[in-house]
């Protein structure tokens, strides 16, 4: 009876063992999926970080763009107020010529 107790309790021994072997390969298991979403969540923040920063660099252009828009405007009026000036200068020019004029029929008689 005790030879037949104690091949009993060996072979749930093994058993035990052979679940706690188990156990211990789902453990390692387990261990692996967590490291995977580790890495997995790197690489989500290395592609959040690079978004942001092609966002940025998007935002930049943007505001070149309205600078230059900006600087396009201002060169336009300035072309605009130069034009005024010359037509200005012109009218001038032309009563200075028929002021010359009368003064040139006044000698005249």
Do not use: R, S
Not at 7 to 30: E, I, N, P, S
Not at 66 to 73: A, I, K, Q, S
């Amino acid at each position: 009876v005790d030879l037949l107790t104690g091949v009993v309790d060996f072979l749930t021994g093994v058993v035990d063992l052979l679940a706690g072997v188990v156990d211990f390969l789902t453990g390692v298991v387990d261990l692996l999926a967590g490291v995977v979403d580790l890495l997995a969540g790197v690489v989500d923040l290395l592609t959040g970080v690079i978004d942001f920063l092609a966002g940025v660099v998007d935002l930049l252009a943007g505001v070149m763009d309205l600078l230059t828009g900006v600087v396009d405007f201002l060169t336009g009026v300035i072309d605009l107020l130069a034009g005024v000036v010359d037509l200005l200068t012109g009218v001038i020019d032309f009563l200075i010529g028929v002021v010359d004029l009368l003064a040139g029929v006044i000698d005249l008689l």
